[in-house]
T-cell receptor, first 114, second 115 residues
Framework: GAVVSQHPSRVICKSGTSVKIECRSL??????MFWYRQFPKQSLMLMAT?????????EQGVEKDKFLINHASLTLSTLTVTSAHPEDSSFYIC??????????FGPGTRLTVT | AQKVTQAQTEISVVEKEDVTLDCVYE???????LFWYKQPPSGELVFLIR??????QNEISGRYSWNFQKSTSSFNFTITASQVVDSAVYFC????????????FGGGTRLMVKP
């Protein structure tokens, strides 16, 4: 079956630094990837839609300059949290859509900003 | 606007009890997809089922069953003879037009199955 990986699975960084999270579709090409954020004991909220070769579409209230998304290839999208602060600590989950328009979720990345 | 409501935030049952998790959705789309996911403590979402708006047949998979009622905009999930391993957070989600679109998730129901 289709597999989506995320790297790293966990990351701890200091306030003010930037962190990059990778989302890869391992055995299929994904023209579209989605980035979700989940705060503790809360639901998943869509942050942005990432399309290969074009700019990401951000949901209302998500700062595009803070959460940089790059979908440079059909198998890789990256989310960079710039100048991270403790309030950015969250669980970040990506999903990837294949050509059959099926969607597969990655295992998530737990970010802790100290 | 899309909305998914899971009114039960937490449910606690004793092993072997049956339990139903409720899901009510709102959408103006005529074509849509409904999903259930399980999220164990590890955080990874485990896909359980997908149902499109044209298919109102109920489904059974082992101890799991789903009841899709378009008339009441509900897509409830029942676990029969619950087990401790069923303890997790369960999310109901709604997708527009096709299964590959971004999802609107409900708030989740935390299920605790006690031995």
């Amino acid at each position: 079956g289709a597999v989506v990986s995320q790297h790293p699975s966990r990351v701890i960084c200091k306030s003010g630094t930037s962190v990059k999270i990778e989302c890869r579709s391992l055995d299929f090409q994904a023209t579209t990837m989605f980035w979700y954020r989940q705060f503790p004991k809360q639901s998943l909220m869509l942050m942005a839609t990432s399309n290969e070769g074009s700019k990401a579409t951000y949901e209302q209230g998500v700062e595009k300059d803070k959460f940089l998304i790059n979908h440079a290839s059909l198998t890789l999208s990256t989310l960079t949290v710039t100048s991270a602060h403790p309030e950015d600590s969250s669980f970040y989950i990506c999903s990837a859509r294949d050509r059959a328009r099926e969607q597969y979720f990655g295992p998530g990345t737990r970010l802790t900003v100290t | 606007a899309q909305k998914v409501t899971q009114a039960q935030t937490e449910i606690s049952v004793v092993e072997k009890e049956d339990v139903t998790l409720d899901c009510v959705y709102e959408t103006r789309d005529t074509t849509y997809y409904l999903f259930w996911y399980k999220q164990p403590p590890s955080g990874e979402l485990v896909f359980l089922i997908r149902r499109n708006s044209f298919d109102e047949q109920n489904e059974i998979s082992g101890r799991y069953s789903w009841n899709f009622q378009k008339s009441t905009s509900s897509f409830n999930f029942t676990i029969t003879a619950s087990q401790v391993v069923d303890s997790a957070v369960y999310f109901c989600a709604l997708g527009r037009n096709n299964a590959g679109n971004m999802l609107t998730f409900g708030g989740g129901t935390r299920l605790m199955v006690k031995p």
